[in-house]
């Protein structure tokens, strides 16, 4: 499908927030946010087989697109990514309000990140993240 992504060198199931959080307190790489995964089930028995976890590809349902724009300002770019909830997903007027997990119907994050592209000084970056979540109305269906 068109609409599943991936990313080798980083983690779009989670938040520019969280993957600094991460890396600055040098927990586990590999710790990818399992509601956003879609092919979880394929490698959770998969995982056990590998010893390299690089090998195993974690999709991800939604939307990732980048553009740079220069302005009279100063050059950016802007990220956007999308993730699908894989948790009580489903088509529109079928899957609404919460189910007794406390799931969202057609949960999705978005997160857009402007990252300033000047020319800084090494190991420092000028970069903002907005997450926005949505989801169905907030009724027991």
Same mark, same amino acid.
């Given at each position: 499908?068109?609409?599943? &992504?991936? *990313? &080798?060198? &980083?983690?779009?199931?989670?938040?520019?927030?969280?993957?600094?959080? $991460?890396?600055?307190?040098?927990?586990?790489?590999?710790?990818?946010?399992?509601?956003? @995964?879609?092919?979880?089930?394929?490698?959770?028995?998969?995982?056990?087989?590998?010893?390299?976890?690089?090998?195993?590809?974690?999709?991800?349902y939604g !939307?990732? =697109?980048?553009?740079?724009? #220069?302005?009279?300002? !100063? %050059? !950016?770019?802007?990220?956007? /990514?999308?993730? #699908?909830? #894989? !948790?009580?997903?489903?088509?529109?007027?079928?899957?609404?309000? @919460?189910?007794?997990?406390?799931?969202?119907?057609n949960f999705?994050? /978005?997160?857009?990140?402007?990252?300033?592209? $000047?020319?800084?000084?090494p190991g420092? /970056?000028?970069?903002?993240?907005?997450?926005?979540? #949505? =989801? *169905? /109305? %907030? @009724?027991?269906?």
């Amino acid at each position: 499908s068109k609409d599943f &992504y991936f *990313s &080798y060198t &980083y983690d779009i199931t989670s938040s520019l927030q969280d993957n600094v959080s $991460r890396s600055l307190q040098l927990k586990n790489e590999y710790a990818f946010n399992d509601e956003f @995964v879609w092919n979880t089930f394929l490698l959770t028995e998969f995982s056990n087989i590998v010893k390299r976890k690089d090998w195993l590809l974690h999709l991800s349902y939604g !939307f990732v =697109g980048s553009v740079s724009v #220069r302005s009279f300002a !100063f %050059p !950016f770019s802007i990220s956007l /990514i999308a993730r #699908r909830s #894989r !948790f009580y997903a489903g088509t529109r007027y079928l899957k609404r309000g @919460v189910n007794e997990a406390g799931k969202t119907g057609n949960f999705v994050e /978005i997160e857009q990140i402007v990252e300033d592209e $000047r020319i800084q000084a090494p190991g420092k /970056i000028s970069i903002s993240s907005y997450v926005h979540v #949505r =989801g *169905s /109305i %907030p @009724v027991l269906w």
